[in-house]
């Protein structure tokens, strides 16, 4: 039973991975901002994202760093899961 509960957060996380990391590159090219799976990526990071950059803005010269640090918040919060389910 461990081992599946485990499989489900390592998927869910892995899944958030991904789309913080296209959030990122959709921001950094501007293409098709406009469709479906861009909001669909946007709908799925901002709960995570958000937060963030209300408490640390994006620098003046137009650098975000909140999608590293939630991915770092993430990773720690993955492991703590993991970490409490064995």
């Not at 709960?47 to 991915?71: E, H, K, N, T, W």
Request: charged letters at 10%; a positive charge.
């Amino acid at each position: 039973m461990n081992y599946i509960l485990i499989s489900v957060i390592q998927l869910v996380f892995q899944i958030l991975y991904i789309c913080l990391i296209a959030r990122v590159v959709v921001s950094w090219f501007n293409f098709y901002s406009e469709g479906e799976i861009v909001r669909w990526i946007y709908n799925i990071t901002d709960p995570v994202i958000r937060p963030i950059q209300q408490m640390i803005p994006p620098l003046y010269i137009g650098i975000d760093f909140s999608p590293l640090i939630a991915i770092f918040i993430l990773g720690f919060i993955k492991k703590s899961l993991i970490w409490a389910i064995m």
